[in-house]
């Protein structure tokens, strides 16, 4: 197991810099898609986020887009300014790891509720894997940030 695993250490050695940066843009990229995507906001939106109980519908549907584009956008710079700005760079990802975390909880709650832990339309489902993603993905920035 040792030789297997010494030259997985040395095949991966050249580009493990990069591992981070796999993450980093994949959860970067699908939130600010996410929000993205939901500009200009409709009407549509608006009214489905009132339907559901989310108060002051309108104000929430833009916070929800440009919290998402922000925050996907956040992580990204938060890693580019590690070396220049450690500590602002270090501060960007966490906030930004944090807003994704708990933009990602109402989600779940709000627009996936029906993909409940232990109940809900889809039986015992734990949530969608990209959702669940997302949530511990952004969490973990939240708690590591650049370290």
Do not use: C
């Amino acid at each position: 197991m040792e030789k297997i695993n010494n030259i997985l250490d040395r095949v991966a050695s050249p580009i493990t810099g990069l591992a981070d940066w796999l993450l980093r843009l994949g959860l970067g990229i699908a939130f600010f898609l996410h929000g993205y995507g939901k500009l200009p906001i409709s009407e549509g939106f608006v009214g489905w986020l009132g339907s559901n109980g989310v108060p002051m519908a309108g104000v929430t549907a833009y916070l929800v887009a440009w919290g998402e584009i922000l925050a996907g956008l956040g992580i990204i710079i938060g890693a580019l300014l590690a070396r220049s700005m450690a500590d602002l760079g270090h501060f960007i990802t966490r906030i930004s790891g944090g807003a994704i975390g708990v933009i990602m909880i109402f989600a779940l709650l709000i627009a996936h509720s029906d993909w409940g832990i232990f109940f809900g339309e889809r039986g015992s489902v734990l949530f969608a894997s990209e959702q669940l993603f997302l949530l511990l993905l952004g969490t973990f920035y939240a708690i590591k940030g650049n370290h």
